[in-house]
Structures are given as C-alpha cells and as structure tokens.
C-alpha cells in the first residue's frame, strides 16, 4: 500500500526556517518523482519544488528560489524540504506526492499519490 506521510510543519516567525519530511512506506521512493506542494486557503493547489526519479533534477517554484531546497534520503526512503527566509505567504498546508508515471513537470494534476498535509504557518 502506498503511503505518503509529511511532518515538521508548524509556527515559525517570518524568516525562521523549518525542514519538512515526507515519509514513503510501500514503495520504493528513489525509484519516482516526488513533489512538494502547498495549498493556502481560497488559492489553488501550486507545486513548489519537485525532484525526478532519473537524475535527480528538481524544480522550484520562482517564490521559492534560494531559499527552499528539497532532497531525498534512499537510506530512510524520505524526501525534505528545507524551508529558509519564511515569509508570510508561504502559510499553507504542505503535501508531498507521487506518482508511478513520470510526470513530465510540477504540477498537482501528474501526480496520484498524496499524503494527508503539514500546516506551516509563518506569523509573528
């Protein structure tokens, strides 16, 4: 059974950090991409950093550039996201995904696989 399970969100005061973790149980993990997304309340569901399977290339939404960084543990089959400079936007819920078909970009609809979400909200 593929499973998807996020933690390390929480309240952190604007340019704080914080490293979120997407636990995968059921599936080998660096064998597919994973994504990283967030949904703030009234706005759609945007991808903000995705690693592929084959090279290990990832993508990042423009907000985030430079200050997120996402990466992959095999070893603990987990992927992170590292949070840096938070600003009050970047308040949402986070959710990591997947999918057995290569995606061909970042974007919420390429991926099936999701798991239940993080709230991170970054207020002073």
């Known amino acids: 059974q593929v499973q998807l399970v996020e933690s390390g969100g929480g309240l952190v005061q604007p340019g704080g950090s914080l490293r979120l973790s997407c636990a995968a149980s059921g599936f080998t993990l660096d064998y597919y991409a994973i994504g990283w997304f967030r949904q703030a309340p009234g706005k759609e569901r945007e991808g903000v950093s995705c690693?592929?399977?084959?090279?290990?290339?990832?993508y990042y939404a423009d907000s985030v550039k430079g200050r997120f960084t996402i990466s992959r543990d095999n070893a603990k089959n987990t992927v992170y996201l590292q949070m840096n400079s938070l600003k009050p936007e970047d308040t949402a819920v986070y959710y990591c995904a997947t999918d057995f078909i290569p995606p061909s970009g970042c974007r919420s609809q390429e991926y099936d696989y999701w798991g239940q979400g993080t709230q991170v909200t970054v207020s002073s």
């Open positions: 690693i592929s399977s084959s090279d290990g290339s990832t």
